[in-house]
C-alpha cells in the first residue's frame, strides 16, 4: 500500500504496547512511524481478504511439509 501524503492524527494506546512497539523499533533500527505503517496495512489486507495472506499460508505449506510426521506424532 503507497501512501502519496502523510496525515497526522491522535490516539492512545495501552502503555506496554507502545512501550514493547518502541522496542521493537528501536531494535531493528527503524521509526515507530514505520512499524505503525506496517501494523495498520497488515490489518487492511487481513480484513480485506477474511483470510490468511498468501506469503503466510506458504510459509505454513513448507512448514506441514517439512515437519508432517512430527506434526502427526503431536496430534496423538
Known amino acids: 500500500m503507497t501512501s502519496h501524503s502523510r496525515e497526522k492524527f491522535a490516539t492512545q494506546v495501552d502503555s506496554e504496547i507502545l512501550s514493547t512497539v ?32 498468501a506469503s503466510v499460508m506458504a510459509v505454513y505449506q513448507a512448514s506441514h511439509d517439512t515437519f508432517a510426521p512430527l506434526y502427526k506424532k503431536l496430534a496423538e
Open 22 to 53: 518502541r522496542d521493537l523499533a528501536k531494535s531493528e533500527g527503524r521509526q515507530l512511524q514505520a512499524l505503525v505503517d506496517e501494523a495498520f496495512a497488515d490489518l487492511i489486507e487481513k480484513r480485506k481478504h477474511g483470510k490468511p495472506r
